[in-house]
């Protein structure tokens, strides 16, 4: 099998896999545009804080190819770029990946200073656009890898013991340009004969779990069982021992400068139980996903749905033979959908809970203080916002 890609790039042509209509269809999306890019995050036809950085810098990065671009000076070009990525800020506000990709853009396009010229600065934008999406792919593979050797470590340095994971949410190649963080960990795990069972939870309301997670490891055939979010305490409790549950496993829209994280709802609940279990809880982030600026979770701010994500699912008929018709909405929720809805997509897990996060640079464990301490690893970021 050929390797699932959520993203597919060649300069002046960006395609994004819709998500929505996984699993059980494959279409790609032609992206050209900003307003597209925009269109195609807010809809989560893209999810996952690597690939909204991914698409919204590509999406840009194609108009800007394909043209035409606006008349006037190099910093009248650099004024429109910054609109555009102010725009496409505004898609998805919780993940952190899509804030420092902008903030990467527009200091690039101002390298070349006051004389560049206007086809200069949109070189400059495209490229940078680029090395974020090529720069991804060795991130993840490098969190798998420091993930595997500290999970390896809890047992023994020298152990060859397999171990189960739970992880939440869809963090592999569907949520990136390929290979995954937290799932990146888990397939990292298998190749080296370390995993000896996956779980995934179903991840209401969105159901990335069932529909993408799920979806990945078949597709892979890493062992793996689906359960609902609410079997996770249960789950723990009865098959710990025997599956030896080690670790759940869960990437980051925004890891802040404490260690407190925002990750899909239902990540705080899974820490909870998990400390309660004994079981280490690991966070699967690449730097780009750490928030230095904000100093701890109160600050985050927290994206609300909208209420039919709760009261309604889509989801494919199944005919009477066991196969697949077309795809439909269904109310889950009282039948005149007057409810009141609370839906925040994401909530914050305390730092206390935590027991590593999981960079590309490296694995970071709390210090003395109960605190993450990233300045080793994020030395000149540290120095530009902490110390400044």
């Not at 279409?27 to 597209?36: G, I, Q, S």
């Not at 609109?83 to 200091?107: C, F, G, H, M």
């Not at 496993?249 to 400390?275: E, S």
């Not at 709390?366 to 120095?383: N, Q, T, V, Y």
Request: glycine share 8%.
């Amino acid at each position: 099998m050929s390797a699932l890609q959520a993203v597919k790039y060649s300069r002046g042509k960006l395609e994004v896999l819709d998500q929505l209509r996984l699993p059980h269809e494959f279409h790609y999306d032609n992206v050209a545009t900003r307003l597209e890019a925009f269109d195609s995050i807010a809809s989560m036809r893209t999810r996952g804080a690597p690939a909204i950085a991914i698409v919204a810098s590509l999406g840009l990065a194609v108009e800007l190819h394909n043209g035409p671009v606006p008349e006037g000076s190099g910093q009248d070009i650099v004024a429109h770029i910054d609109a555009a990525l102010d725009y496409l800020k505004e898609s998805r506000p919780t993940a952190v990946d899509l804030t420092n990709a902008i903030n990467q853009l527009k200091a690039r396009i101002r390298a070349g200073g006051d004389a560049a010229t206007k086809a200069e600065i949109v070189e400059a934008f495209i490229d940078e656009a680029e090395k974020i999406f090529e720069k991804d792919l060795k991130t993840n593979l490098s969190i798998g890898d420091y993930g595997a050797e500290w999970l390896r470590a809890q047992a023994g340095a020298s152990s060859d013991k397999q171990i189960s994971v739970l992880t939440h949410c869809n963090t592999g190649s569907l949520a990136t340009s390929g290979h995954g963080t937290a799932l990146g960990i888990i397939r990292t795990l298998q190749s080296k004969g370390l995993l000896q069972h996956a779980f995934c939870t179903e991840t209401r309301p969105y159901n990335q779990g069932s529909r993408l997670t799920a979806f990945e490891l078949v597709f892979e055939s890493i062992p793996s069982t689906l359960i609902t979010d609410s079997m996770a305490a249960a789950l723990f409790r009865t098959r710990g021992a025997e599956k030896n549950i080690a670790a759940v496993i869960v990437g980051a829209d925004r890891v802040v400068r404490n260690g407190d994280t925002a990750n899909k709802i239902g990540t705080y609940q899974l820490a909870v139980l998990a400390k309660h279990h004994g079981i280490k809880f690991i966070v699967a982030a690449p730097t780009t996903s750490i928030d230095l600026v904000t100093e701890t979770g109160d600050g985050i701010k927290i994206e609300e749905r909208k209420s039919s994500e709760l009261t309604q699912i889509t989801g494919a008929v199944i005919k009477a033979d066991g196969t697949v018709d077309e795809t439909t909405k269904v109310r889950v929720a009282t039948a005149d959908q007057r409810i009141n809805v609370w839906n925040p997509a994401f909530d914050v897990t305390p730092a206390e809970l935590i027991d590593t996060v999981v960079t590309e640079k490296g694995a970071v464990e709390k210090g003395a203080d109960g605190k993450f301490d990233f300045s080793k690893i994020m030395p000149e970021r540290w120095a530009q916002v902490v110390k400044a």
